[in-house]
């Protein structure tokens, strides 16, 4: 009987809380995914290349682990709380029938944890497979071909899931119904009713609106100037202007509810009535809602800027090389294309690479002074001339500091433009081209000074004019960073050599043959490749190489650092908020229960009472989402500014593309779950249609 008990109420209980019970199995889902992710394929992977990055971002793990288990905990023990509230009556009736106070804990005790039991069963299965579809899908998008995939169970992310999830369960649960196994019957018996609040002045809500939106003005457009990334200071203080500007916001938005009230018609059912409940809504939640709003806000711009970064990253730069040689103990670098190409013949490998060629770079060694060696004050004066703007001055600081340039030789550069299929450059005895790496600049900037270059202004190199002319020029020059050149000349070969005085770097380029990537996908053949380089020994022989797997391991990194952990914070940021402000709403919904009875009394029907809750919890939900929504454009863009290299700020118009599109996504998702709430509403007010007996 006792054991039926359990059961019904515990099937009733995820009945009447469906939203509840799915928001703890998406936290389960999402906790195994965070904690699982260093059995991930890809992980495994680039822990292969990226290994230090790769255990930095592991070492994250247990404090975002530790962070969510504290934000769950709040989330479980107001939902609880609801639930608990909801079925005073019930336990006051259990105790007046004989119920001991102990047998009532056991009950609630076996039911909470029969309830999470299932939600662990459904959650960790869910999660399982849905770690190994993100694992199937990731290797197909990346052509991870050079590990064979396997199913992937992590134990330790089962057992921490499940320990971190019973304790903050069982912890809530034994504060709250100590709580209430200790009421007496009459007071379990009895209605609860909110508490009232004190109307302050219209004009204390409009100042505090005004100054809220001032704040979140300030906040902007200190992150969107980048004031905000120069020092931590300022950045404490932008988020501090955020946090209670969107609290000042909420506060104040009271007296715009109270000119709504007075501004609609008389005649619309229950008009008054909605709107009332609103701004008594807003009154005691207001900070709730903030709270719930910077959340989504939070979630929103996770979720934006990640899917950003991590969907245009594989964008920022074309593959042309796949490998890079250089020996830094040879006393002759001019020799060592000749030694490598040896070296491979020797081992079999020749064949593997359909072309290997030089890329000689270098320094002025004929200079006497060389502080000035190289002088461009005609570009100077061309972009002073220009409108004053944040990219000109930015230009402005960055060349006035080159006066001793890097050289490439023409030909080697000609040999990577055939390599890109790109046109060759054609230079004329005393003419340049500038080579700036994107990592350096923006298109803005490049744009800019490639207009000024259009010109063909004379500079001086070593004390002789020179003519820059010709697009600037950006293809890497190495296969991954051995070399990234914020400023470099490209100059005829007879000029290069006569400046360098035979005194260069040699790095010798490769590029696989059809041969070699016969039969698999490109990683695969690089990372075949890299054994067999390993094998015969190249760094006991000084030589030191750089392969493409190195580089798109790098861009693969940054895009599950960017995916699977900003998905994951705007998943917990989500399910909080979420569920914060529906059981805040639910909650007040009960304790104002008397005044639904009073309107049927009065002969409201149980439609019309539907569309008032309805309404105001399209009020009470939409305005945090609103609010989140129109500060995350910001919000995403702020984050660009800061965190995107000069290189990638030129993608930036395309990452706020994907960004607006996965905003859009999660505001369809916060329209879904204000549906669901309603319809927990209606399931409410349809209990208070029957007419009860008031003791």
Known sequence: MFSDLILRNSRRSRRENGLFFSSLVISIVAFYMILSLSKQDVMVFLAKMESDAVNKLLMMIPVFYGMTLGILFFLIYFACKYQLERR???????????MRRSKLFTMLLAEDLLSSILALIIGLTVAVLLSELISLVTAKVVGMGIIGHQFTFSLSAICFTIA???????????????????????????????NEKKQKPAFVYGSCAVFGIMMLTAAYTMAIKRIAWYKTGLMLLTMLLGLFGTILL???????????????????????????????????????????????????????????????????????????????????????LPHLQTVLKKNGL?????????????????????????????????????????????????????????????????????????????????????????????????AMLGKILSGHPEVTLNGNPVKLTGEIQSVDLVTDRSITLSFAL?????????????????YVNGILSQEATK?????????????????????????????????IGRQLFYMVAASYITIYLAIIFLVVANTIMGVQFLMNQQKTGCRYQTLVRLGATYQTLCASARKQISWFMGLPVFVAAISSIFG???????????????MQGEMLVVSAAMIFLLCVIECIYMTAIKRSSDRYLLTLMQPQREE
């Open 88 to 98: 005073r009556k019930e336990f006051g009736v259990y105790l007046m029938m004989g």
């Open 164 to 194: 971190g999830f019973l304790a903050i369960k069982l912890v809530a649960f034994l504060i709250l119904s100590s709580i209430i196994s200790r009421q007496e019957i009459g007071t379990l018996l009895a209605h609860s009713s909110g």
């Open 250 to 336: 909420f506060y104040g938005m009271r007296a715009v509810i109270a000119l709504l009230v007075k501004a609609g018609k008389s005649d619309r059912k229950l008009h008054v009535f909605t709107f009332r409940q609103i701004q008594e809504n807003v009154i005691h939640q207001s900070t709730s809602m903030a709270i719930s709003s910077l959340l989504i806000l939070a979630a929103l711009c996770c979720f934006g800027a990640g899917i950003g970064i991590a969907t245009t990253s594989r964008q920022a730069g074309d593959h042309v090389l796949d490998y890079t040689f250089h020996d830094y103990s040879a006393d002759n670098p001019q020799e060592f």
């Open 350 to 446: 020749e064949s593997q690479f359909s072309q290997l060629f030089e890329m000689r770079i270098g320094h002025v060694r004929t200079a006497e002074n060389y502080s000035k060696v190289f002088q461009m004050e005609s570009v100077m004066e061309s972009l002073r001339s220009l409108p004053q703007s944040e990219d000109r001055d930015v230009l402005l600081n960055n060349l006035s500091y080159v006066d001793y340039p890097y050289l490439i030789c023409l030909s080697d550069y000609n040999r990577l433009l055939e390599a890109a299929g790109k046109p060759a450059l054609t230079l004329a005895e005393n003419e340049a081209a500038v080579y700036q790496d994107s990592d350096f600049t923006s298109a803005a900037r490049t």
């Open 490 to 506: 490209i100059l005829p070969d007879e000029q290069f050599l006569h400046e360098t005085n035979g005194n260069n770097e040699v």
């Open 519 to 551: 039969g698999g996908s490109l990683m695969t053949a690089i990372s075949d490749m890299n054994a067999r380089l390993d094998g015969i020994g190249l760094p006991d022989m000084f030589i030191e190489y750089e392969s493409y797997l190195q580089n």
């Open 636 to 650: 995403v863009q702020a984050l660009f500014t800061g965190l995107l290299s000069a290189g990638t700020q030129g």
